[in-house]
């Protein structure tokens, strides 16, 4: 199981309770990314050598969380097909098998898509500043003082199978 937590550098989050909450789930090793002006963390719980995530030579990265195979690929090579039908404009889902939410950074914005059957949840807050694929659930159950600026109660999952959060994402986030 691998999780995200994708937030704009600027927010009033309190990164110690954050980061709590990530080990009581039993994530405790994560890589930092800095995507423009958004930080992700990512945190990876694996059997596998392979990296959950690929960068390109043109710096395009996909952080997957979850398992897939595309294009009957292995999965490293499927990463990397991954990028190359992004970078075109086409990626073919019907190709996709697995559970998964892929993270896609062009170096100007995120884009996120996740699996048709919802396995790997996503959830927002009501701005949609703040973006998790466990951290936000697990913060419903936690005191609203965790991000003061958010309103937390509004937590909810977004839809399946969609390229939805890259239209809110550029709202949100380039305000």
């Known amino acids: 199981m691998d999780v995200f937590f ?12 954050s980061t709590r909450i990530f080990a009581r789930e039993g994530f405790s090793q994560k890589k930092i990314f800095e995507l423009g002006e958004r930080m992700l963390w990512f945190y990876c719980k694996q059997i596998v050598d392979d990296d ?5 030579d043109d710096g395009i990265i996909v952080f ?4 897939v195979v595309y294009r009957s690929q292995d999965y490293k090579m499927s990463l990397s097909r991954l990028v190359d039908d992004f970078r075109e404009n086409w990626l073919d889902q019907d190709e996709l098998i697995g559970n998964f939410c892929f993270l896609f950074w062009d170096g100007i914005k995120v884009s996120i898509l996740n ?3 919802n396995v790997q949840y996503i959830f927002c ?3 949609h500043s703040c973006l998790s694929s466990i951290f936000l659930g697990s913060a419903r159950r936690q005191p609203a003082s965790l991000c003061p600026s958010t309103a937390w109660l509004l937590i909810r999952n977004l839809p399946p ?5 890259q239209i809110h994402l550029r709202k949100a986030f380039n305000k």
């Open 6 to 17: 994708l937030f704009k550098k600027n927010s009033k989050l309190l990164f110690g309770d």
């Open 52 to 56: 959950k995530f690929f960068i390109a």
């Open 64 to 67: 997957c969380c979850g398992t």
């Open 115 to 117: 699996d048709r059957l």
């Open 125 to 127: 807050n009501e701005n």
């Open 161 to 165: 199978a969609t390229f939805y959060l």
